[in-house]
Each structure stands twice: as structure tokens, then as C-alpha cells.
């Protein structure tokens, strides 16, 4: 069922029996902090099988004390979906929508969908839903905006299964790093000698493989899915977040030799691998400025090349890939904000061929001649 601007009664009913369903079993397994560029992040976890997960994904930023936090995660296994659904949508008997319920079941109607709750409020922007249950896809992710309070709950954290989801409360991540100077986006950023690199396009376009293999070439390193943008007056700097990358089985079979990474899951789909990258965390690198971004493409050419791109195609699959990854499709304000990030960089366009050494070494003299 969908609802539009509940009470606040019924708000306050549905975040209290998120907080109790979630801590049900006693305390939270371990409070952790992730530390997201200027962010930071309270992670309390009530499910010990998450914490595997949290471990291999979040490694790089996850924090055991922080002086103090801006946003706090609550995260636990579930398995009574349609029970918090059917009371999201009921437990404020003076709402509109439960006079309708009411309406219809005297009329000898039908009570509707009540396996899934889609409430919506004016506090959160753009038609992002505040709680969404859906016992069909058996997730829960609800947004607290006045608390700072994001909850997650899934049923299978059995890796093949949860990696389907993809990144780690990466939805999650989105709403909590939003801000007029900072975002969450997907995308890939390497670089040398302190000149950032970031890669627009959406997937399949090359950026892991070219990322992680510039990484394994000595460069700088940021990510090569998602990560963290901030813009201020000088500069517009990029966070690492997640310590996995992902590869196509072929491409892995072409780095295995050199790549000292832990191997993960499948991803549920046999066409992507994906790995731990924790042993090349000191080549990690916060606050990297980005100097240029560039849009990769796939030639049949025998050697690589760099030229001047399309600012419009690559600012394009930039935003576009990002707002399909977080669901924020109808976020203007959001296009907008991304656009002006990196509107004013130069663009490139490099083409790359079936070898992958050549490309980085392309990449690395074209660096090398910009100084």
C-alpha cells in the first residue's frame, strides 16, 4: 500500500517498532563508525551475519571510536516483512488511510496490497519513499530525517544471495552522504602524483578493469564503482568507500597472477567476480583532487589513445548511471548538483583496445605529459 504524508503519531509508531523489532534479540552484536569523507556514521548491527559482510565491504572506512557521528545506521536480519507492513499501514488508527482500510472492509471490499508499505513525507524530497517494506522483495529500509536514523533489514546474508543487492547499504549511503557540497556517485576514480582521475560511465564501460589495473600499476587509487564527491571553492575532492571491486571472469583471468585480492562471490549472476582489495588498502587515497574526467570506449584499434571528449556524454553517463544506482531518477536538484561538480573540468576521451597494460600505460604518459 502506498501512502502519502502519514501522521506524525504514525511515524513515530513505525521508527519505535523498527528500534524495538531490530533489538528484539538484546543489544547490537557490535557498534562500529564508518568514517565517509566528512561524514560520519554511527553502524549499530543486531545480526552477527552481517558482520562478515560489513568486514569484507566496508573495511577501509570502518572505525571501532569516532569523537562523534552525524548519521547513525541500524542494521539486523529479518523475517516478518508482512507483520511490519500490515502494522506500518495500521498502527495509527486516526490516519486517513486507516479510515479508508476501515471503509472498505465494512463495505465487504478488499483490504488492498498490505503485504508492502510505501509511505512517503514531504521531509524527504523527490518521491524517496521514509519507509519502504516489501515482503516480496523481503527488504526493509526506512529514513528517520529528523533523527539522522537509517534502518536496513534483509532475510538472506548468505553471500551468493546478498551480493545480488549489490554494494553494501549503498541506498543507505546515498541519503546519508547528500548534501549541497557532497554525494554519493558511481563511478571510478585513479590517478598519479596527486592528478585525479574521474572515469564517467555507466556499467560495462571498462571502469574496473581499467581502475583496478592502473591500481596494480602503482596508481593512486579511489574506487572503481562507487564512491564519495565533495566540492568546495577550490577543488573537487573524492572518498573511497567500499574495499571490493568487481571483474568480469575473463579480465580476472588475465590479472590472477598479480592481483593479491580474496575472492568474495559470483554476484549471483556468473558474469561478474567480486573480490576484497584490503591488501592494497596503503594505496588507498582520501581527499583526492580530480583534475579531469574521462569517458572510456571500447576500440579495435591496436593501441590506445587519449583525445578531447564530449563534456554532455560524459557528464551524462556520470549522472545518469549514478541516479539509477541510488534510485533518484526524479531528483533535479540532484542532476543539477552533480552537473555543476565537474562541469568546469577538462574532458577526455580514451579509447580503449583488448589490452589492458596498454591502456594504463596510455593513461600513464598521458598524465606524465600534463605535468
Known amino acids: 500500500m502506498h501512502i502519502d504524508n502519514p501522521t506524525a503519531a504514525q511515524l513515530e509508531k513505525i ?18 563508525y564508518l568514517v565517509l569523507g566528512s561524514c560520519v556514521v554511527r553502524l549499530l548491527n543486531y545480526s552477527a ?46 490516519s486517513l488511510a486507516y479510515r479508508q482500510l476501515r471503509l472498505s472492509r465494512l463495505r465487504g471490499g478488499s483490504e488492498g496490497d498490505m503485504d508492502n508499505a510505501v509511505i512517503m513525507h514531504e521531509s524527504a524530497h523527490h518521491r524517496q519513499p521514509v519507509v519502504d517494506i516489501s515482503a516480496g522483495n523481503r527488504l526493509l529500509s526506512a529514513w528517520n530525517p529528523p533523527t539522522g536514523t ?30 549541497p557540497t557532497s554525494n ?35 596508481f593512486e587509487y579511489v574506487s572503481d564503482d562507487y564512491l564519495i564527491l565533495e566540492k568546495d571553492e577550490t ?11 568487481t571483474l568480469s571472469p575473463t579480465i580476472y583471468q588475465k590479472m590472477a597472477s598479480r592481483l593479491d585480492a580474496k575472492f568474495v562471490s559470483n554476484n549471483g549472476r556468473k558474469d561478474k567476480y567480486v573480490f576484497n582489495i584490503a591488501k592494497y588498502h596503503d594505496r588507498f587515497v582520501c581527499a583526492y583532487p580530480i583534475k579531469l574526467c574521462m569517458f572510456p570506449r571500447f576500440v579495435k584499434f591496436a593501441e590506445p589513445s587519449i583525445e578531447l571528449g564530449s563534456k554532455d556524454m560524459a557528464m551524462n553517463e556520470l549522472v545518469y548511471s549514478t541516479v539509477m544506482q541510488t ?10 548538483k552533480l552537473c555543476s561538480f565537474v562541469e568546469e573540468l577538462p574532458f577526455y576521451r580514451i579509447n580503449l583496445t583488448q589490452d589492458i597494460d596498454k591502456n594504463t600505460q596510455c593513461l600513464k604518459m ?3 605529459r600534463l605535468g
Not at 154 to 171: A, C, Q, T
Not at 235 to 245: D, T
Open 15 to 32: 521508527f519505535a517498532a523498527l528500534d524495538q523489532r531490530a533489538s528484539r534479540n538484546g543489544g547490537p552484536v557490535f557498534v562500529k
Open 49 to 94: 551475519a552481517f558482520t562478515p559482510h560489513v568486514e569484507t565491504q566496508l573495511a577501509y572506512i570502518l572505525r571501532d571510536d569516532a569523537p562523534r557521528y552525524d548519521a547513525t545506521l541500524v542494521v539486523w536480519q529479518e523475517n516478518a516483512f508482512k507483520q511490519l507492513a500490515r502494522y506500518a499501514i495500521t498502527c495509527d488508527k486516526s
Open 150 to 179: 537509517y534502518y536496513y533489514a534483509v532475510d538472506n546474508l548468505e553471500p551468493e544471495e546478498f551480493i545480488k543487492r549489490g554494494h553494501l547499504f549503498v541506498h543507505a549511503l546515498a541519503r546519508i552522504l547528500k548534501s
Open 184 to 218: 554519493l556517485a558511481h563511478g571510478a576514480v585513479i590517478g598519479s602524483n596527486g592528478v585525479g582521475v574521474l572515469l564517467c560511465g555507466m556499467g560495462y564501460r571498462g571502469k574496473s578493469t581499467f581502475s583496478v589495473n592502473a591500481l596494480l600499476h602503482g
Open 235 to 245: 577543488a573537487l575532492r573524492a572518498w573511497p568507500i567500499y574495499s571490493i571491486i
Open 327 to 336: 534510485g533518484e531518477t526524479q531528483d533535479m536538484r540532484l542532476i543539477a
Open 366 to 368: 598521458f598524465l606524465e
